[in-house]
């Protein structure tokens, strides 16, 4: 590769990793840090960082290097999981390696993940991502993976729009804001009820610069309930406004705020808090009482 040294942003491997599931071998790529290459710009409502183009480097997208796939089968995971899938899920995960090749190609045409990432690379992993863990078993938490997969699948569809304005990756990602609404949504309501938990996610980022942790996934539930739930049915819509709205408010500790809670989780908590009463208002769904607690 003639590219100079100073300018590279991603590198491979140098010892390749091995594909579970159809024993391909092959090089992850990675993103290089340091040395100017990313300047943290504006945190976005749903918790997205942004970053500056710098001079050097021009953009940059840290977030289309994340997840590991396998070239041959196209069989995607985090890191952590990739090596190792559920045995019982791997001839499930083998034979839906068709499945998962004929899915993509009609979004991005011909894929090769064995060649350094663009934007489609990216939010293809992602996609890729949310169809493999299908077959984890609930131990390895799979819908808080799939609700972060999707989401970041939207935000790289954003990304893609941006540049492609005529490919209609904005209806995609639309299309994958509304999955991740339902999949933070199922996540919540399963480590709540104890059907499965959250915690095999290690990092509930949603982005990779700052772990937000349970409460960051109570404010996006919320977030996404409001900005992409549907609003057909207005009984429906303010079930799961009322619902959003509990999750919301125990971001704060039911009107308590904690010093080690960051202080911009809990300034957008309040802002979305206020949105959610307010069209519940509208809907004619009287206060609980404790709005002027929480918003105060």
Same mark, same amino acid.
């Given at each position: 590769?003639?590219?100079?040294?100073?300018?590279?942003?991603?590198?491979?491997?140098? +010892?390749?990793?091995?594909?579970?599931?159809?024993?391909?071998?092959?090089?992850?790529?990675?993103?290089?840090?340091?040395?100017?290459?990313?300047?943290?710009?504006?945190?976005?409502?749903?918790?997205?960082?942004?970053?500056?183009?710098?001079? !050097?480097?021009?953009?940059?997208?840290?977030?289309?290097?994340?997840?590991?796939?396998?070239?041959?089968?196209?069989?995607?995971?985090?890191?952590?999981?990739?090596?190792?899938?559920?045995?019982?899920?791997?001839?499930?995960?083998?034979?839906?390696?068709?499945?998962?090749?004929?899915?993509?190609?009609?979004?991005?045409?011909?894929?090769?993940?064995?060649?350094?990432?663009?934007?489609?690379?990216?939010?293809?992993?992602?996609?890729?991502?949310?169809?493999?863990?299908?077959?984890?078993? !609930?131990?390895?938490?799979?819908?808080?993976?799939?609700?972060?997969?999707?989401?970041?699948?939207?935000?790289?569809?954003?990304?893609?729009?941006?540049?492609?304005?005529?490919?209609?990756?904005?209806?995609?990602?639309?299309?994958?804001?509304?999955?991740?609404?339902?999949?933070?949504?199922?996540?919540?309501?399963?480590?709540?009820?104890?059907?499965?938990?959250?915690?095999?996610? !290690?990092?509930?980022?949603?982005?990779?610069?700052?772990?937000?942790?349970?409460?960051?996934?109570?404010?996006?539930?919320?977030?996404?309930?409001?900005?992409?739930?549907?609003?057909?049915?207005?009984?429906?819509? +303010?079930?799961?406004?009322?619902?959003?709205?509990?999750?919301?408010?125990?971001?704060?500790?039911?009107?308590?705020?904690?010093?080690?809670?960051?202080?911009?989780?809990?300034?957008?908590?309040?802002?979305?808090?206020?949105?959610?009463?307010?069209?519940?208002? !509208?809907?004619?769904?009287?206060?609980?009482?404790?709005?002027?607690?929480?918003?105060?």
């Amino acid at each position: 590769m003639n590219e100079d040294a100073s300018k590279k942003i991603t590198f491979f491997s140098k +010892s390749k990793i091995e594909c579970p599931i159809c024993d391909k071998r092959f090089l992850r790529e990675d993103l290089l840090t340091g040395g100017g290459r990313m300047i943290a710009g504006d945190l976005t409502r749903d918790l997205r960082r942004l970053y500056e183009p710098s001079r !050097k480097f021009g953009e940059i997208f840290p977030l289309i290097y994340t997840i590991s796939v396998c070239p041959q089968c196209l069989y995607a995971a985090f890191p952590q999981d990739f090596a190792a899938p559920p045995e019982e899920a791997k001839k499930r995960l083998e034979a839906d390696a068709d499945h998962r090749r004929e899915t993509l190609r009609p979004l991005f045409g011909e894929l090769d993940f064995s060649e350094s990432r663009t934007l489609k690379e990216g939010a293809a992993s992602y996609f890729l991502a949310m169809m493999c863990y299908d077959f984890f078993e !609930k131990d390895s938490s799979p819908t808080i993976k799939q609700a972060v997969s999707s989401l970041r699948a939207a935000w790289v569809f954003v990304d893609l729009h941006k540049r492609l304005p005529d490919d209609n990756y904005d209806l995609l990602a639309l299309n994958f804001y509304r999955k991740a609404r339902f999949f933070y949504a199922q996540a919540v309501e399963k480590e709540q009820n104890g059907a499965e938990g959250i915690g095999d996610m !290690k990092n509930l980022g949603p982005d990779l610069d700052k772990n937000y942790g349970y409460d960051g996934v109570l404010y996006l539930s919320g977030l996404l309930e409001y900005l992409h739930g549907s609003t057909r049915n207005p009984q429906r819509r +303010s079930a799961a406004l009322a619902r959003a709205k509990t999750s919301v408010a125990k971001i704060f500790g039911m009107g308590k705020a904690s010093k080690n809670k960051p202080t911009v989780l809990l300034e957008r908590a309040k802002e979305l808090y206020t949105s959610i009463a307010k069209e519940l208002e !509208k809907l004619g769904v009287a206060s609980d009482g404790m709005d002027e607690v929480i918003i105060d």
